[in-house]
């Protein structure tokens, strides 16, 4: 490009602003400015164009031009952030500007960003995050639903139908599980739109060929666009039901087997390179731990581990399991947040307990939460009353605690987005903790 011709003058809202060519293109394709060049990335200008004028907020061209130029995003305090997402929208920015305000996810650089109050007090079942760094939270029969910018959609109302989980099928539809109500005929699944709140369509099961009630529980999506659930019905509707995401057919049941649970899971995981199911059944729901992995192509339990018969004790009660695929094991975590692996490559085998954290013992909040746990990208993460540890490197090894001191116990977290939500118990808070952006060298 010559330098005459790769400079761009604008008159925004009636300010002139100069850039250049260079410096536009760094928008990408799909922005507004994007359509200026050609598809050699040639600036597209006559010679009777002097200036392209934009009727738009200048000061907010402004901090987006200045994005384009250094990667970085500044603010002033006199400008409302919900001013500047509402132009970058209009330019085809907001990706940049998202990118811009925090870096990619790391747990031992993660800083609390916001907190946010929920609508009603106690009772929270589930905070699910969104892939493009919004969440949903759950309590009772209503959802809250959060874009990015922490904007609230309309609520989703159930109608009294207790909530089991959540789960987004993509930025834009939700999937919510949720429990049967007798005489009523409701309960089971349905596909939600994340902006309205509108109900698209329900996931139905089908036993002998007759649509049957049902209690929906866990969920969870596979990458070839499969939606599992763990489901219990009034007969043999007892399983792991699996429908197709885009028609929202059901296309598989897996029944549970005599002395097992799968109807009443508590969590439910796709493992991407075996192309199982972990499906996990844990304390209090039932009296004993039931862990399996369900091989659907064969219809087939290719591991699985309980602890029936076994001698049971708090320090050794099962609260929440994991599977992890790159190391073959399958990491477990008690009320002390405790940690135990189990070797998937054993079809029988122990739990190998790692203590760490006995100082815990004496200490438990009146009304605790049970442990989770997450795995994001090679980092373990495990709840414990009102902080999240982050465990790193082949052993483990307790790295960083996020903590703050308001809103009670954890009940619940989850990763996505690039951003970590955590749910705590008192109040419905939420917290938002995202990684810093990188420095600009």
Known sequence: MGIQKDRVKFNVGGRIFESTATTLANAGR??????????????????????????RNPDCFSVLLDLLRTGELYVPQYLPEKLLYREAMYYGLLDHVRSAKWGPFDGNRLGLARSVTGRAPGDGTAIRAGPDGGCCVAHGSMVH????????????????????????????????SACERLGKGDG????????????????????????????????????????????????????????DQVTGKQIDFFYEPPGWS??????????????CLLVATLFPRKDNCYISLLDFRDKSMVWSWSDVGAPITDERRVRDAIAMEETSSICVVNEYEDLGFMDLRRSAGSVRWSSRSRLMKGKMPDEPCYPKLALHEGQLFSSMNDCISVFCGPDYVLTSRLRRSYGGSICDFSIGGDRLFALHSEENVFDIWETPPPPIV
């Open 30 to 55: 799909n922005s507004l400015f994007g359509a200026m060049f050609d598809n050699e990335w040639n600036l597209n200008s006559d010679a009777t164009t002097t200036e392209h004028f934009i009727d």
């Open 145 to 176: 639903v959060y874009d990015w910018m922490l904007e609230e959609h309309p609520a989703i109302n159930l109608d009294y139908q207790r909530v089991n989980d959540a789960g987004w099928l993509d930025s834009e539809n939700i999937v919510l």
């Open 188 to 243: 089971g699944m349905g596909l939600f739109s994340a902006s309205s709140g509108e109900l698209r369509y329900k996931f139905h099961v089908k036993h002998e060929n007759q649509v049957k009630s049902y209690t929906a529980g866990a969920l969870s999506f596979s990458s070839d666009y499969k939606l599992f659930s763990s489901c219990k019905g009034r007969s043999n509707e007892y399983g792991i039901g699996v429908w």
């Open 262 to 275: 799968l109807g009443d899971a508590d969590k439910l995981q796709w493992l991407h390179g075996t192309n």
